[in-house]
């Protein structure tokens, strides 16, 4: 859903926003705060922790910043580093142990990758790596690389991918988190700031038979969330729900009919849960059963999943 004068909109919410922001600040400080049973201003469930960690065995991997299931094995996951790293992914099962290690010669440079997603499209496993950071404002596009999701059973393998640049209608953004909604066939890209503002914008999910290596777009402006720090989302496919992490919580936006628009879906009050007591986390992904996943940047990464009641 494409929003009318979407700037005057924001204007004209930031009271509002900032009150929002205040309640979800005074969420996550109670989140880190080991002494506080109380519970927040949002629909918080408990917290704490809901497995044990898995260590994740590859010295390459420092600093995980990216999370997607494997949709050919449901105990894989897919992994890559932050920026300053070669371009580049890792797969692992639930022992940390590493399955593949796939590349891609046909990205010169991984200049700030900074999230993942998984999907099925038409019966084919694909995968979605976010080129996307900008912490300094400095980028006039910046890249999806989509590509087949390889099977796990050869440990080296290639991968050829399609490249989309994506521009922004209101100039360059931090993009730390992106998902896809293969229900209404959106990629969905979401920005980071220290203030509790983070845009929403979406674009297409390419038809892959096309024959393009490279397609430019213009993202549209869906929403924007009263939410700071914002660096991990996904979708579930199971139920539609988008989880969206940042710094010290996850919250669950509950699934809607998919031919409710997405601002709208948008505009409800998420669930909120505390993150798992992990070093800076910047990945998360939704896999089977409806589990959410983190890892940590750092050497060595580490894997948990959020507590969730009655999961």
């Known amino acids: 859903m494409i929003e009318n004068d979407w700037r005057s ?5 930031i009271p509002a926003m900032l009150l929002i922001g205040l309640m979800v600040i005074g969420v996550f400080q109670s989140a880190n705060d080991d002494s506080s049973g109380k519970s927040s201003a949002m629909e918080t469930d408990a917290g704490a922790t809901a497995a044990s960690k898995i260590r994740l065995d590859e010295a390459r991997l420092v600093e995980s910043s990216g999370l997607a299931r494997s949709h050919h094995r449901d105990d894989a996951f897919w992994t890559h580093n932050d920026s ?6 890792f797969a ?3 022992t940390g142990r590493r399955l593949v290690r796939l590349r891609f010669p ?4 991984a200049i700030d990758w900074e999230d993942m997603a998984s999907f099925v499209d038409d019966g084919v496993p694909r995968l979605l790596i976010a080129d996307t950071g900008d912490n300094k404002g400095v980028r006039s596009t910046v890249s999806l690389h989509l590509c087949d999701e390889p099977g796990l059973d050869d440990d080296k393998q290639q991968a050829d ?3 989309i640049q994506v521009a922004f209608p209101d100039g360059p953004h931090d993009c730390e988190a992106v998902a896809v909604d293969v229900q209404r066939r959106l990629i969905v890209m979401l920005t980071k700031s220290g203030f509790p503002l983070c845009r929403v914008y979406a674009i297409p999910i390419p038809h892959f038979d096309d024959g393009q290596s490279i397609i430019q777009v213009q993202a549209t402006a869906v929403t924007t969330l009263a939410m700071p720090m914002v660096t991990a989302a996904d979708f579930d496919s199971a139920t539609g729900d988008l989880w969206v992490i940042n710094y010290f919580q996850a919250f669950r936006f509950a699934g809607t009919d998919p031919a409710t628009p997405l601002s709208k879906m948008l505009a409800a009050l998420p669930t909120a849960m ?3 007591r992990l070093r800076q986390i910047e990945a998360m992904a939704v896999g089977p059963n409806s589990q959410v996943w983190v890892t940590s940047e750092g050497t060595p990464a580490w894997m948990q999943k959020v507590s969730q009641p009655g999961r």
């Open 9 to 13: 909109r924001i204007w004209m919410a």
């Open 84 to 89: 300053g790293s070669k371009p580049e992914l």
């Open 92 to 94: 692992f099962d639930l």
């Open 106 to 109: 046909s990205i010169r440079k």
């Open 161 to 163: 991918v399609q490249t």
């Open 274 to 276: 505390d993150l798992p």
